[in-house]
């Protein structure tokens, strides 16, 4: 032993040496097995909630979204522009309850008409079939239904809560929920022209045709209001800037019934499924109509400061 | 359960001691020697040196058969026990196992006379060492946490598959639903281009209101009926996002953009004088952008949803009809201006990610 490590001593020098005895006491060293996996799952990391330290932006907290403004969508004759605002508060991080409110178009006092409804008044036609329905073109816009407002009662749930990196640069915290509850939307439409019997058959009020179409053009500009009570959905994402201002995009539908283009559409007796006029303006000209629309606000919590999970 | 210590610390610093790095045989003071009887005595401890090198090395390889780096067969204490608990603080016993590193006597670490082996392993100055050492193996827990995880779903170098259904938004006469199917190539993790394929014959139908304006306006909106589209498009991803589903699961999304080129195979249909009028289908060239938003299931399953808008010229039918002969005339059926048509489709389905899974290539 004494002679191997002399002469290699005296060949290439004690660090050289010490070099060559690691490397051979390296090839009988068995390589460790990894067993990162395991350390991972039964380490003090396992059963542990997937975030720590989370801002809650909404437990506890009153979420103003002021203002609070929505375009509806798919409108076949006239669109609402929704200038409103929406109160929330949150039990828990996850549910909440708010209400909404909403004018349409600023009262009305706009009108954004569709392509639809500008062809029809520079191309519609009125004749005796349809006299009732359209008395006259140019006057269709006053006929159509809009939307004058939206209110609503809802139950908001957030399940999920996380980040989004934008460009990989920006980071903004963000949160997604649905939100459900019942709508109250006022509507302006065409004024019904019929009166009920006690036996419940109906009577148009006065007659429109040829002769008499000053009635006609009379009943064409009459409207009415009502409130129709719908349904509500919708679902937001959140995106928060801070612990107090964030950005709401949201995305609600509130279907109801209504006449939408003051036709006279249904009420007669069909020989097929499909509808036949019946000489007045009343609830069977009525059909389902799926409202829906979009909505961008500007989020203030209240109090500013949040809540830190553990 | 045992604790572990992925990270090995204490059995290198038992090592370290057991080497005797930080010790070397003293001289005796004073003496004075000659030449040639010095070089001898340090040959005599480089091969002390050397061996116990080897010696222990090789004590480490037989103890050492897997990175649980803790008390199981290096057992420092009295017991020998594997998963023993920890030593007790200053059990220097040391007796049961053959590498026995807490030596005789010494326990102050060090220096001079006695075993020499003790003195180079490091004895009993190691004692209170290893035992602290043997405690902490057993109590320490140091879990690799890294500050940035690794992305859960790579895109890059992937194909994606991408089966979805398409339903019209902006058209109030007609939906133009659609089966499409699409296919990706990632070529970075944040871009993709890739082709998508879309049949309508057999899924459209003309809408009630339709048939209610011809009726009380007398006035027919000119329609159009598609057959299919193809699409070139480029895909990138500006958005990648988590979400914690009560703070308990956790999924990746992303958002991209799109954009590309195509043709769709479209004709009009007759409304005006549909006893005469009949097209065929001709193609458009059509160009299409659009936003989505995918979630991911699974580390190659996804669902997403994208509103894209298709955009074409289209040629509709002509709103007036000629009299006569030139009724047949097929000149006469088109309108002579040709309608900028924007096709706002929302598309839902799943997206599916070849090869199923992945690797990196390098560990974080």
């Given at each position: 032993?004494?002679?191997?490590?002399?002469?290699?001593?005296?060949?290439?020098?004690?660090?050289?040496?010490?070099?060559?005895?690691?490397?051979?006491?390296?090839?009988?060293?068995?390589?460790?097995?990894?067993?990162?996996?395991?350390?991972?799952?039964?380490?003090?990391?396992?059963?542990?909630?997937?975030?720590?330290?989370?801002?809650?932006?909404?437990?506890?907290?009153?979420?103003?979204?002021?203002?609070?403004?929505?375009?509806?969508?798919?409108?076949?004759?006239?669109?609402?522009?929704?200038?409103?605002?929406?109160?929330?508060?949150?039990?828990?991080?996850?549910?909440?309850?708010?209400?909404?409110?909403?004018?349409?178009?600023?009262?009305?006092?706009?009108?954004?008409?569709?392509?639809?409804?500008?062809?029809?008044?520079?191309?519609?036609?009125?004749?005796?079939?349809?006299?009732?329905?359209?008395?006259?073109?140019?006057?269709?816009?006053?006929?159509?239904?809009?939307?004058?407002?939206?209110?609503?009662?809802?139950?908001?749930?957030?399940?999920?809560?996380?980040?989004?990196?934008?460009?990989?640069?920006?980071?903004?915290?963000?949160?997604?929920?649905?939100?459900?509850?019942?709508?109250?939307?006022?509507?302006?439409?065409?004024?019904?022209?019929?009166?009920?019997?006690?036996?419940?058959?109906?009577?148009?009020?006065?007659?429109?045709?040829?002769?008499?179409?000053?009635?006609?053009?009379?009943?064409?500009?009459?409207?009415?209001?009502?409130?129709?009570?719908?349904?509500?959905?919708?679902?937001?994402?959140?995106?928060?800037?801070?612990?107090?201002?964030?950005?709401?995009?949201?995305?609600?539908?509130?279907?109801?019934?209504?006449?939408?283009?003051?036709?006279?559409?249904g009420g007669g007796t069909a020989e097929?499924?499909?509808?036949?006029?019946?000489?007045?303006?009343?609830?069977?000209?009525?059909?389902?109509?799926?409202?829906?629309?979009?909505?961008?606000?500007?989020?203030?919590?209240?109090?500013?400061?949040s809540q830190v999970s553990e | 359960m045992?604790?572990?210590?992925?990270?090995?610390?204490?059995?290198?610093?038992?090592?370290?001691?057991?080497?005797g790095m930080q010790k070397s045989p003293?001289?005796?003071?004073?003496?004075?020697?000659?030449?040639?009887?010095?070089?001898?005595?340090?040959?005599?401890?480089?091969?002390?040196?050397?061996?116990?090198?080897?010696?222990?090395?090789?004590?480490?390889?037989?103890?050492?058969?897997?990175?649980?780096?803790?008390?199981?067969?290096?057992?420092?204490?009295?017991?020998?026990?594997?998963?023993?608990?920890?030593?007790?603080?200053?059990?220097?016993?040391?007796?049961?196992?053959?590498?026995?590193?807490?030596?005789?006597?010494?326990?102050?670490?060090?220096?001079?006379?006695?075993?020499?082996?003790?003195?180079?392993?490091?004895?009993?100055?190691?004692?209170?060492?290893?035992?602290?050492?043997?405690?902490?193996?057993?109590?320490?827990?140091?879990?690799?946490?890294?500050?940035?995880?690794?992305?859960?779903?790579?895109?890059?170098?992937?194909?994606?598959?991408?089966?979805?259904?398409?339903?019209?938004?902006?058209?109030?006469?007609?939906?133009?639903?659609?089966?499409?199917?699409?296919?990706?190539?990632?070529?970075?993790?944040?871009?993709?281009?890739?082709?998508?394929?879309?049949?309508?014959?057999?899924?459209?139908?003309?809408?009630?209101?339709?048939?209610?304006?011809?009726?009380?306006?007398?006035?027919?909106?000119?329609?159009?009926?598609?057959?299919?589209?193809?699409?070139?498009?480029?895909?990138?991803?500006?958005?990648?996002?988590?979400?914690?589903?009560?703070?308990?699961?956790?999924?990746?999304?992303?958002?991209?953009?799109?954009?590309?080129?195509?043709?769709?195979?479209?004709?009009?249909?007759?409304?005006?004088?549909?006893?005469?009028?009949?097209?065929?289908?001709?193609?458009?060239?059509?160009?299409?952008?659009?936003?989505?938003?995918?979630?991911?299931?699974?580390?190659?399953?996804?669902?997403?949803?994208?509103?894209?808008?298709?955009?074409?010229?289209?040629?509709?039918?002509?709103?007036?009809?000629?009299?006569?002969?030139?009724?047949?005339?097929?000149?006469?059926?088109?309108?002579?201006?040709?309608?900028?048509?924007?096709?706002?489709?929302?598309?839902?389905?799943?997206?599916?990610?070849?090869?199923?899974?992945?690797?990196?290539?390098?560990?974080?």
């Open positions: 032993m004494r002679s191997i490590l002399g002469f290699t001593n005296r060949l290439v020098g004690f660090p050289a040496t010490l070099c060559l005895a690691l490397a051979c006491a390296a090839t009988v060293l068995p390589a460790p097995s990894a067993h990162a996996q395991e350390i991972q799952i039964t380490g003090p990391l396992a059963g542990q909630p997937a975030v720590r330290g989370m801002r809650m932006y909404r437990v506890d907290r009153l979420q103003l979204i002021v203002p609070a403004l929505g375009f509806t969508l798919q409108d076949e004759f006239s669109r609402s522009l929704m200038t409103g605002l929406e109160a929330n508060y949150h039990f828990t991080d996850y549910l909440g309850i708010g209400v909404y409110g909403a004018a349409a178009n600023f009262g009305n006092s706009i009108r954004i008409d569709s392509d639809l409804t500008t062809q029809i008044i520079a191309n519609g036609q009125t004749t005796g079939t349809n006299r009732l329905s359209m008395p006259d073109e140019a006057n269709f816009g006053d006929q159509i239904a809009r939307l004058q407002g939206l209110a609503s009662l809802h139950l908001l749930f957030a399940p999920l809560r996380g980040k989004l990196s934008l460009f990989q640069g920006a980071f903004v915290d963000t949160d997604f929920y649905v939100m459900a509850g019942v709508a109250l939307a006022f509507v302006e439409e065409r004024a019904q022209n019929f009166t009920e019997a006690a036996d419940g058959t109906r009577v148009a009020t006065g007659v429109c045709d040829a002769a008499n179409n000053q009635a006609c053009l009379d009943s064409q500009t009459a409207r009415e209001s009502r409130i129709a009570i719908a349904p509500m959905l919708g679902v937001g994402l959140n995106l928060y800037f801070n612990s107090y201002l964030g950005l709401a995009l949201q995305w609600r539908a509130f279907p109801f019934a209504m006449n939408p283009a003051g036709f006279d559409d097929s499924s499909v509808p036949v006029p019946d000489g007045m303006l009343d609830d069977r000209d009525h059909r389902f109509y799926f409202h829906h629309m979009v909505n961008v606000g500007l989020i203030i919590n209240l109090p500013p400061e | 045992k604790k572990i210590n992925t990270h090995g610390t204490p059995l290198l610093e038992i090592e370290s001691n057991a080497l003293p001289i005796a003071a004073g003496k004075v020697r000659g030449l040639a009887v010095e070089r001898s005595r340090m040959e005599k401890a480089w091969n002390v040196l050397i061996t116990g090198c080897l010696f222990g090395m090789l004590a480490a390889a037989v103890s050492t058969g897997t990175a649980f780096a803790q008390n199981s067969d290096m057992d420092f204490t009295s017991s020998s026990d594997e998963g023993a608990d920890a030593p007790a603080a200053g059990d220097d016993s040391g007796g049961g196992s053959d590498m026995d590193f807490t030596g005789g006597g010494d326990s102050g670490g060090g220096g001079g006379g006695g075993d020499l082996m003790d003195d180079l392993i490091g004895g009993s100055t190691s004692d209170a060492t290893t035992d602290t050492a043997a405690e902490e193996v057993s109590e320490e827990i140091s879990e690799e946490i890294f500050a940035v995880q690794q992305i859960y779903a790579l895109r890059i170098n992937r194909v994606e598959l991408v089966p979805s259904v398409a339903f019209t938004l902006n058209d109030p006469f007609t939906s133009h639903t659609a089966l499409s199917i699409g296919v990706n190539y990632w070529w970075t993790n944040v871009l993709a281009i890739g082709a998508n394929f879309l049949w309508y014959e057999g899924l459209e139908s003309e809408s009630d209101l339709n048939f209610s304006v011809r009726r009380g306006s007398r006035l027919s909106v000119p329609i159009s009926e598609y057959q299919l589209g193809a699409h070139l498009n480029f895909t990138y991803v500006p958005l990648y996002g988590k979400f914690a589903m009560f703070n308990e699961f956790i999924f990746q999304w992303d958002a991209y953009l799109l954009g590309g080129v195509g043709l769709m195979n479209t004709r009009p249909r007759a409304v005006i004088d549909p006893e005469v009028r009949n097209f065929d289908y001709d193609l458009r060239v059509a160009f299409n952008v659009g936003v989505g938003i995918r979630v991911f299931v699974s580390r190659w399953l996804a669902i997403f949803g994208e509103i894209r808008n298709y955009m074409y010229l289209e040629r509709l039918e002509a709103l007036d009809v000629a009299l006569g002969a030139a009724r047949q005339d097929t000149a006469t059926w088109l309108q002579d201006e040709v309608a900028f048509t924007n096709n706002v489709s929302i598309h839902l389905g799943a997206t599916i990610f070849l090869p199923f899974d992945f690797e990196y290539q390098l560990p974080r």
